[in-house]
C-alpha cells in the first residue's frame, strides 16, 4: 500500500478543530505528533522543506507556518523545534517499528532486507522515497538518514549489527550524491566559463579525486560485507541526470564560475553524473557479490522536485527497479550458478642476504637483513588476511617467482589482490630490445632483481603483470637499489659506514653479463630486437590489472640496510606501527619519505590501469 492519505472529505480531527484562522495550533500538532495512530503521511501538510538549510543530500524540514500557528514568541520558537524533533524521531523509527511487525505475523515470506543511505532512501515527510516504495512489498530494516554519508557509514558500520541481528539476504546502499556536489563547494572543482571549453573540460583534476575517495569508501563497505557476511548481496545504484535550477547545489555554484548558460550547466551536470556511474559501475563489477543499478534516464527531465530529489513518481520508478533486482536475487540459484563470495588475496615475498656465485661469482656482497625484510612483510600479509608465499636465498630462483606469480594470475578474479614484495640485491643488464631508449634516464639499461640463480629482468616482471585479470590489484614493494622507476645508482654515491648499500655496481653487473652472456641474451623478450610495440608498451595499457609500486628509493638514490632491516621497510613498519590505518598509498609514502633521510626517498609509482578505489583504500588491506 502506498502512503496513507485522508480523503478530502475525512479530514484529520485537529484541522477541523483548528485555531481561530483555520490552521493547527502546535499543542494539536503536538498530539497528532505523540499519537502512535500518526502515520508519517498525516504530517506532510504541517512540515515544509527550509530551501536555505542543510545539506546536499539532507533536507531540512520545518514546520509549515502557512497550515500550523507558530507564535512569534522565545516559548513558540522552543515548543516548535521539540515538536519538530519529535516528527523527525516518528519518522525514522516508525519504519523499523514496521518492519519488526511485519516479521512478528509470521506470514511473510520473502527477503529480509537492510538499507543504509542518504535522502533518496530516506526523505522526511515531504516525499515518498526509493525505502517507502520497497516497504509496501518488503521486510526493509530502515537505517538512512538524511545527509548521511559515506564515511560516516565506514566508520560507525551500523549495518553489520543490522545485518547480523536481521539475519539479513540483502543489503541496500545509496550514497556519494554529498562528494558529487562536494557538499556545497561545487564552485571549487569548476574552471571559470571559458566560450571554448567543451562541458569536461569545465571539472578540474580535484573532481575526478572525489569520486576516487567515494569508490574507497565505498570499496571498503563491500570488502568489510562480503568477509563478515559471505551471504549478503549488496546492490548499490548511480544518480540520474539532474537539471540544475539556480539551486544550491548545481545552479548556484556554476553562476558563481560565470556558467550561466542552462544547457551548458545540464551538459556538465550530465558529465559530472556519468563519471560517478562508470566508476561505481566498474567497482561493483569487480566484486562478486555487489549488483549495481544504473538509473541514468529513469527519473527524467521533468521528473525532479528539486535539483537532488525526484518526485514522487520518480521514486517510484526507481523503486520498481530495485524491486527487480531485490527479486532476481531472491530466486533460488541452480548449484552451476553458485559463485564464491569471499574476495581472495595472495602475497609472494623475496628476500635474498646471498646468491649462488656460480652465476654471480664474487660480484655480489652478502646483505644482512633482506630475509629479514622479506619475513617481516610476509608476516603484516597475513596479518592483513593474505595468503603468504615466503621465498629466501636458495629457494628464491627466477623459476620460482614465475610459478608462484603465474598461479596468482590464474587464481585471482577481479577485486581480489595479490602482493609482490622483494628485498634483495638490485643489479642491471644491458638494453637489448629498445625498450629503456625512451625512459628517464636513457641509461640503455635494463634494470633487474637479483634473485638466486640469475637476475630477473624488469621486462620479464612486466610481462608477468601482463598475466593478471582486469580487476585484479598488485601491490609489489622494492627495498633495492635501482627500484625508484628503476635506474642506474651513480658510482658516485656513498651509502656510508655504518650502512650497506643493495645493489650490484655497475661493474660487477657488466662482469656478471659478460660471464652469463648468451643466458641473459636467451632471455623472451630481452634479447629481441627493438620492436615499436615493446617500446611503447606502457602508452598502449596491455597490462589490464592495477600494479601500484613502492619503490625504497628514488632513480639516482641508494636503498640501504642497517640495524635489522632495510632501511625502507625498517620505516614502513615503524610508520604502521605508530598508525595502523593509513588510507591512500601515496599517503603512506608520503608518511614514510618524512622520516627518511634526503639521500634515500621513496617513490610511489603506477603501471596499467587506473583503479582509484585501490590506490586510496586502507593500505595493506584486503
Known amino acids: 500500500m502506498a502512503r496513507a492519505k485522508k480523503p478530502s472529505n475525512d479530514k484529520p480531527r485537529e484541522a477541523a478543530a483548528g485555531g481561530p484562522d483555520g490552521r493547527l495550533t502546535l499543542e494539536q500538532l503536538a498530539e497528532m505528533v505523540a499519537d502512535p495512530a500518526t502515520a508519517p503521511g498525516d504530517l506532510e501538510p504541517y512540515f515544509r522543506v527550509a530551501e536555505d538549510q542543510g545539506a546536499a543530500f539532507d533536507p531540512v524540514v520545518e514546520i509549515n507556518t502557512d497550515t500550523v500557528h507558530v507564535p512569534d514568541t522565545a516559548e513558540g520558537r522552543s515548543r516548535s523545534a521539540l515538536i519538530l524533533n519529535g516528527a523527525n524521531w516518528l519518522e525514522r523509527n516508525g519504519r523499523q517499528s514496521r518492519f519488526y511487525r511485519l516479521l512478528s505475523k509470521g506470514t511473510y515470506t520473502g527477503p529480509v532486507i537492510v538499507e543504509e543511505g542518504d535522502s533518496w532512501f530516506q526523505y522526511p515527510f515531504k516525499l515518498w522515497d526509493v525505502i517507502d516504495v520497497l516497504m509496501e512489498k518488503y521486510a526493509v530494516l530502515s537505517l538512512s538518514a538524511g545527509g548521511d554519508t559515506l564515511e560516516n557509514m565506514v566508520r560507525r558500520a551500523e549495518y553489520r549489527k543490522a545485518l547480523q541481528s536481521s539475519q539479513a539476504s540483502i543489503l541496500l546502499l545509496s550514497a556519494g550524491g554529498n562528494d558529487l556536489v562536494a557538499n556545497g563547494n561545487l564552485a571549487t572543482h569548476l574552471r571559470a566559463f571559458d566560450a571554448g571549453l567543451q562541458p569536461a573540460e569545465y571539472l ?139 574476495p581472495r588475496a595472495m602475497s609472494l615475498h623475496l628476500g635474498l642476504n646471498n646468491a649462488d656465485p656460480a652465476h654471480y661469482g664474487a660480484e655480489l656482497s652478502p646483505l644482512e637483513f633482506c630475509i629479514a625484510d622479506a619475513e617481516a612483510m610476509a608476516e603484516l600479509a597475513g596479518s592483513r588476511g593474505f595468503a603468504p608465499i615466503l621465498l629466501t636465498d636458495a629457494a628464491a630462483t627466477r623459476d620460482a617467482l614465475k610459478e608462484a606469480m603465474a598461479k596468482a594470475a590464474t587464481d585471482l578474479q577481479p577485486g581480489e589482490t595479490f602482493m609482490f614484495t622483494y628485498a634483495g640485491h638490485g643489479g642491471q643488464l644491458p638494453d637489448f630490445n629498445g625498450d629503456e ?158 622520516r627518511m633521510p634526503p639521500e634515500q626517498t621513496p617513490k610511489y609509482w603506477r603501471v596499467g590501469a587506473e583503479d582509484a578505489s585501490f590506490e586510496s583504500q586502507l593500505v595493506f588491506s584486503v
Open 204 to 342: 578540474l583534476s580535484s573532481f575526478d579525486q572525489l569520486i576516487g575517495r567515494t569508490m574507497a569508501l565505498y570499496d571498503m563497505i563491500f570488502r568489510d560485507v562480503a568477509q563478515r557476511f559471505p551471504q549478503v548481496q549488496v546492490v548499490c545504484h548511480g544518480y540520474d541526470y539532474p537539471i540544475p535550477d539556480k539551486g544550491r547545489w548545481l545552479g548556484q555554484p556554476m553562476a558563481t564560475r560565470g556558467i550561466v548558460d542552462p544547457q551548458l550547466q545540464v551538459s556538465i551536470a550530465k558529465v559530472m553524473m556519468d563519471r560517478f556511474n562508470i566508476s561505481l559501475a566498474r567497482l561493483a563489477r569487480s566484486h562478486a557479490h555487489v549488483h549495481f543499478l544504473d538509473l541514468r534516464g529513469v527519473v527524467g527531465r521533468q521528473g525532479w522536485s528539486d535539483e537532488l530529489h525526484p518526485k514522487n513518481a520518480g521514486y517510484r520508478r526507481v523503486g520498481d527497479i530495485f524491486a527487480a533486482q531485490i527479486d532476481r536475487l531472491s530466486r533460488p540459484r541452480s548449484r552451476g550458478a553458485s559463485r564464491s563470495d569471499r
Open 437 to 594: 631508449m625512451g625512459g628517464p634516464d636513457m641509461d640503455r639499461l635494463d634494470e633487474t632483481l637479483c634473485l638466486f640463480d640469475g637476475q630477473f629482468v624488469d621486462d620479464e616482471l612486466f610481462a608477468l603483470w601482463s598475466q593478471f585479470r582486469e580487476g585484479v590489484r598488485v601491490l609489489a614493494v622494492f627495498d633495492s637499489c635501482h627500484s625508484g622507476s628503476v635506474v642506474r645508482a651513480p658510482a658516485t654515491l656513498d651509502a656510508g659506514p655504518t650502512v650497506t648499500a643493495r645493489r650490484m655496481t655497475l661493474g660487477a653487473a657488466s662482469r656478471v653479463f659478460r660471464k652469463n652472456e648468451a643466458f641473459y641474451r636467451g632471455l623472451p623478450g630481452v634479447g629481441a630486437a627493438p620492436d615499436p610495440a615493446i617500446v611503447n608498451r606502457e602508452l598502449d595499457y596491455p597490462v589490464a590489472a592495477c600494479v601500484v609500486q613502492l619503490s625504497a628509493c628514488q632513480s639516482n638514490q641508494l636503498a640501504t640496510e642497517s640495524l635489522g632491516h632495510g632501511r625502507f621497510t625498517d620505516t614502513m613498519l615503524e610508520v604502521l606501527g605508530a598508525s595502523p590505518q593509513i588510507y591512500g598509498y601515496k599517503a603512506l609514502m608520503d608518511r614514510i619519505a618524512s
